[in-house]
């Protein structure tokens, strides 16, 4: 069965640095790869995903995530953090050639932006 | 074009009762897939309808159970409630493909609190 592990549960930021959000994964086979973004009281929201080809994907709101296979990570980047940014973030995986498999969620990264 | 719609929005239940929660899919799609976030954490899978059937199952107990109508809306019951039930529950909705799911499309939720 396939896993996510998001290294870090909380991250602080200040405004206008840059961030990173790390995930790596565990799988058998090859996955799908996806971060999603939830504001608070909202559902999720899509902000990048990796099917396959190029291994750099860009996403909304300036967004962009890295997909290495050898290291089995997918983590999230952005050059320059606003408050808006500020939310829960999660990292999640879903098998390839299985049908509708479920995804599977990792506990999630607390992005907050300072001031 | 509509995206997911889940309803209500917060309910609030006394243990032991039972509760239905709703949700229709995003237009084109076909699939929808039930999700329990509680406080803090990753969402965690439940089941997944597709032809009206129960396709996929996650671990949970059979208090919770699912519907799905030929227009694909969905149905979530939970039976028998208890207070560690309290949580958002999303709806996604996909289309089936033989190839992985890369779709998904989640609803904002809806807060069940068990008191």
């Known amino acids: 069965a396939q896993s996510v592990t998001q290294l870090d549960s909380q991250v602080p930021v200040f405004e206008e640095a840059p961030v990173e959000l790390r995930c790596n994964y565990s799988s058998s086979v090859s996955v799908y790869l996806f971060w999603y973004v939830q504001y608070p009281n909202q559902g999720l929201q899509l902000l990048l995903k990796?099917?396959?080809?190029?291994?750099l994907v860009k996403g909304i709101n300036g967004f962009e995530a890295e997909f290495n296979k050898s290291q089995t990570s997918f983590h999230l980047r952005k050059p320059s953090v606003h408050i808006s940014d500020t939310a829960e973030y999660f990292c999640a995986v879903n098998l390839v050639f299985s049908g509708n498999t479920p995804l599977v969620f990792g506990k999630g990264t607390r992005l907050s932006v300072i001031a | 074009d509509a995206g997911v719609t889940q309803s209500p929005t917060h309910l609030i239940k006394t243990r032991g009762q039972q509760v239905t929660l709703r949700c229709s899919p995003k237009?084109?799609?076909?699939?929808v897939s039930w999700y329990q976030q509680a406080l803090g954490q990753g969402p965690q899978f439940i089941f997944q309808?597709?032809?009206?059937?129960?396709?996929q199952r996650g671990n949970f107990p059979d208090r919770f159970s699912g519907h799905q109508f030929p227009n694909y809306s969905s149905e979530l019951n939970v039976n028998a409630l208890l207070l560690g039930d309290s949580a958002l529950y999303l709806c996604?909705?996909?289309?089936?493909?033989?190839?992985?799911?890369?779709?998904?499309?989640f609803g904002s939720g809806t807060r069940l609190t068990v008191v």
């Open positions: 990796y099917l396959s080809g190029s291994t």
């Open positions: 237009s084109g799609h076909d699939t």
């Open positions: 996604a909705s996909s289309l089936f493909t033989g190839q992985g799911s890369y779709g998904y499309t």
């Open positions: 309808y597709y032809e009206e059937e129960e396709r």
